[in-house]
Structure formats: structure tokens, C-alpha cells
Nanobody
């Protein structure tokens, strides 16, 4: 079992930056690929980014590529999402998730554990 707790959300003006963190419990963090998803009101949960177990491979949705950076520190059991040049359309609840599988997954159903989410609001 893995428990995930996100933090770092908040209110920021367009063009600003935020850094989200997701702390994982347990000793098996490095066995999971980690992903970030987001869900805006009235919309489906969508893929944002993913990082492999070692951190050597990263993947991004086209909408955030070049603006967001995912990273992880396996010694601290934490995954990060650095968000720069934020836009109002980035406003959503952001969730981190853990995937025990090895195949790259961008759909929520493929992930095994989820955090409670952190709100990101970007004002225009």
C-alpha cells in the first residue's frame, strides 16, 4: 500500500510559477512510476506528466510541454511538478498517482494509488 499526499497548490497570477510536491509513504516508492493528473470543474481527469521509477524517463501532455517539469527524489519518497508560465486554463485540482506497471500509462485507470489532490488556481 502506498499513501500519497500532495502539497504546494495555491493561487497564482498568469505567467507565475508553482511547485507541487507529492510525498509517498512506505519503503517501495522507487518501485512505482509516478504521474500527475489534473481535473477541472466539469471535465474529466487528464494526464499531465509521468516519470519512470528511476527518474530517467519523463513524459508530458502537449498542453504543458516546455512549461512543466516532473522530477523525483527516491531518497525522500517525493515527486515534484514544477509549473512555470502558468495559464488560466491550468486551473484544476492536481493529483499525483503511483503506477506499479512498467508500460507507460497516460490514463487514470492504469494507476494504482492516488493522493487527495491540491488546488491550483491561475488568475488572468
Amino acid at each position: 500500500q502506498v499513501q500519497l499526499v500532495e502539497s504546494g497548490g495555491g493561487l497564482v497570477q498568469a505567467g507565475g510559477s508553482l511547485r507541487l510536491s507529492c510525498a509517498a509513504s512506505g519503503r517501495t516508492f522507487s518501485r512505482y512510476a509516478m504521474g500527475w493528473f489534473r481535473q477541472a470543474p466539469g471535465k474529466e481527469r487528464e494526464f499531465v506528466s509521468r516519470i519512470s521509477r528511476s527518474g530517467g524517463s519523463t513524459y508530458y501532455a502537449d498542453s504543458v510541454k516546455g512549461r512543466f517539469t516532473i522530477s523525483r527524489d527516491n531518497a525522500k519518497n517525493t515527486v515534484y511538478l514544477q509549473m512555470n508560465s502558468l495559464k488560466p486554463e491550468d486551473t484544476a485540482v492536481y493529483y499525483c498517482a503511483a503506477d506499479a506497471g512498467v508500460v507507460v500509462a497516460t490514463v487514470p485507470d492504469r494507476y494504482d494509488y492516488w493522493g487527495q489532490g491540491t488546488q491550483v488556481t491561475v488568475s488572468s
